[in-house]
């Protein structure tokens, strides 16, 4: 293979990226609740820079199932945020419990998504029967075949 030889050498510092953190400490990294991330796009604290005066909006769900699929969405985005910043600073600890303890939030209200209003995805029909193609789809407000 292309690098099995041991005599691949390299300096990590070459690699080095602004805000990493590659040694064994613990960086510690402030970050903002999943939903404050998800409607702002950027999870860590005070790195926020608006467009002009721009700035965004607050969501507003009109029903529990529409709050339950934007709590999803936000716990979805700050999986994936900090699971960038992990591969950066894999040492962080407070961050991986961080991160771990989102996932198990997650997992949680995607389940509790399913048993309410059905499967949000074909892994989580639960019931016994199949109802992967009821409709309203998660996504529909009403219903009805639009897309085909």
Do not use: H
Not at 30 to 47: D, H, M, V, W, Y
Not at 115 to 139: A, H, I, V
């Amino acid at each position: 293979m292309l690098f099995d030889n041991t005599d691949f050498d390299y300096e990590l510092s070459l690699f080095k990226i602004p805000g990493s953190d590659f040694s064994n400490t613990t960086k510690n990294a402030q970050f903002l609740e999943p939903l404050e991330a998800f409607i702002r796009g950027n999870s860590e604290k005070n790195t926020y820079v608006p467009y002009k005066k721009y700035t965004y909006l607050k969501l507003k769900p009109e029903n529990e199932k529409e709050d339950l699929m934007l709590k999803l969405m936000a716990y979805s985005f700050i999986i994936n945020d900090l699971n960038l910043y992990l591969d950066l600073n894999p040492n962080d600890m407070i961050t991986f419990e961080k991160f771990k303890k989102y996932i198990n939030e997650y997992n949680k209200l995607e389940m509790d998504i399913a048993n309410k209003y059905g499967p949000l995805c074909l892994k989580e029909t639960t019931k016994n029967n199949y109802d992967w193609l009821k409709n309203p789809w998660p996504w529909d407000k009403m219903g009805g075949s639009y897309y085909v």
